[in-house]
């Protein structure tokens, strides 16, 4: 099942958190997707064709506390364990197999008859269409936690469910020895 976000314009005021956030204007933003409860951008869509240039990667994570959050299980080796867990099981390579076909076209939904165009003018057209989340072509490999979980935020997939999981187990384990 693929999930769209509902599409508002981008205020200024939304422009001008966002720059903050990355700490330069904003290229390509599309729109927020997903914002915290106070209303402040947790992710961004950005379009596929900026300045000419192919953004295979659709969505990007913007929140500060959650980057860090991710930045930290990177750190600690959570993708290698995450990772292996997915080697061992077909079920999970098939769900991320599909996670990545059900992005692609989502993706390729957001995208109008001019950035098709000019995506395959500039000999991208195969790049779209075979690479997933994060511009990923290993259907079977994670590489960044930020992108899947920013995918997540908008459309559940398996490598957020399995970050979710990692935390909730973490959770549950400070509980008890806390």
């Known amino acids: ?99 990545h076909v059900q992005h692609i076209a989502l993706r390729d939904g957001y995208m109008s008859a001019a950035d098709r165009a000019g995506i395959a003018r500039l000999g991208f057209a195969d790049v779209f269409r075979q690479k997933g989340i994060g511009g990923i072509a290993d259907r079977s490999r994670i590489r960044c936690l930020h992108t899947w979980y920013a995918a997540h935020l908008v459309c559940p997939n398996t490598v957020g469910e399995l970050l979710d999981q990692h935390w909730r187990e973490a959770a549950e384990a400070d509980c008890v020895s806390g």
């Open 1 to 99: 099942m693929i999930f769209r976000s509902i599409i508002l314009p981008v205020t200024d005021a939304q422009r001008s958190q966002v720059a903050k956030l990355l700490g330069r204007e904003p290229r390509g933003l599309q729109d927020i997707p997903v914002v915290d409860s106070r209303g402040r951008p947790r992710v961004i869509r950005v379009a596929s064709l900026v300045d000419d240039k192919p953004f295979p990667t659709l969505f990007w994570l913007v929140d500060p506390q959650l980057n860090y959050r991710i930045d930290q299980e990177e750190a600690r080796g959570l993708i290698a364990r995450l990772q292996a867990r997915i080697d061992a099981s077909a079920a999970l390579q098939s769900s991320m197999a599909e996670d």
